[in-house]
């Protein structure tokens, strides 16, 4: 009866009635969106880095962009570092800015009197140096800070192992030195 009463009285108004439905439960604040792996991010981050025609302001906002919220934590920073080196030994397939970052690293890896020899690692010094160049502030993701190594990061672990001290010339070293003088 109460819907024949409802037709009667939209044809004589013309007005549709409103259906006011409440769900039986709360809809989510946020939007539901896929996460993305720290490998995912690497790889776009990488693309960038690949596509870029120079380092500056321009590319840090396109990286920061792309980590977003995700941050730039330790685990994205070691698959970026994966990830460069597999990059770097198929050299052919650089950017202009990234190749320009190589040569800058090759040259400050090459000033550590034998430490090319000493290392079988060079790939992965190279990829740290290119690294630090194109995007500084990776580095400090690792555990490379200005003051030195930043607590309970990969840096941090990697230091323990040699007991407070740290051999002169050594790979982390190294790597310390980089995350220290990029500011």
């Not at 380092?55 to 730039?72: F, M």
């Not at 040259?107 to 992965?124: D, L, N, R, W």
Request: glycine fraction near 8%.
């Amino acid at each position: 009866m109460a819907s024949l009463l409802q037709a009667i009285i939209s044809c004589i108004t013309g007005a549709e009635p409103t259906i006011e439905a409440y769900p039986d439960e709360k809809q989510a604040i946020l939007c539901a969106h896929e996460p993305r792996t720290a490998e995912a991010i690497a790889d776009e981050v990488l693309q960038a880095i690949q596509s870029a025609e120079k380092c500056g302001r321009q590319l840090q906002a396109k990286l920061n962009e792309i980590v977003g919220e995700y941050g730039w934590t330790e685990r994205v920073a070691e698959w970026l570092l994966v990830k460069l080196e597999q990059v770097l030994k198929a050299a052919d397939k650089v950017g202009p800015a990234l190749k320009d970052a190589y040569d800058r690293a090759c040259e400050a890896a090459m000033q550590i009197e034998g430490f090319v020899k000493e290392h079988p690692v060079f790939c992965t010094v190279i990829a740290l140096g290119v690294l630090v160049t194109i995007a500084p502030w990776a580095i400090e993701a690792l555990g490379f800070g200005e003051l030195g190594p930043i607590e309970g990061t990969f840096a941090a672990a990697w230091q323990s192992r040699y007991a407070g001290y740290v051999p002169k010339g050594s790979l982390f070293s190294f790597f310390q030195r980089l995350g220290m003088t990029w500011h």
